[in-house]
C-alpha cells in the first residue's frame, strides 16, 4: 500500500483520501442523507436499524439500535426494556460488529428466535422477525417503499446520461 494514496474497493472505486477521508460518490452522498433524515425522525437506516414490535401492546414501538452492545430483557436497567413476563430479565445482546448487527441469546428462559428458528447468535438482516419470549419484532434497516442504495445508483446514472446529453447538445 502507498502511503497518502487513495484506497480501492474491489470494484476499483476510490474509498479513502490520503488522510483517511472517505470518498463518496453524489448517489453515496444522497443516501447517506436520506438515510439519515429517515432515521432522525425515528425511520430506520443501515446505520441506525431498529427493532419494531409486531403483536399486543409492543404492536408499532420502536427501539433505535445504537453502536456498541445494548442489552435486551425485562429488567429496568437494560438498554431495551421489554415488559413481558416471558421476557427474561436479562434476555439477549444486540452487538453492533462492523456495521452488522449480531443478536446473541443469553441463556434466557424461553429463548431468542429468528425467523421461528431458536438461536445462541446470528447476523441480523432487514426484514428478519425476532422473538424473545413471545415478544415479537421486525429488524428493519430501511423504511417499505424507501429508495434503496440501487435506486440511489440509477437515479445518479441517469442524472450522469442526462448531463452528458446535455453537454453534447451544447456542443454540437
Known sequence: MNIGQP???EDGRLRAGPQGTQLLSAAEMQQLALEETLASNGGASSHKPVLEGT??????SRFTLLQGRQTIGRRGDNNIV???PSVSATHAWIINQHGHYVLMNTLSTNGTFVNDKRIHETVL???DR???GQAEFTFLTHEQGSPTKRHAYMAAALLGAA????VI????
Open 163 to 166: 448531463v452528458v446529453a446535455g
Open 130 to 132: 425476532v422473538r424473545f
Open 169 to 172: 447538445w451544447w456542443l454540437v
Open 7 to 9: 484506497q480501492s474497493t
Open 82 to 84: 421489554i415488559n413481558d
Open 55 to 60: 403483536q399486543g401492546t409492543l404492536k408499532g
Open 125 to 127: 438482516v432487514h426484514g
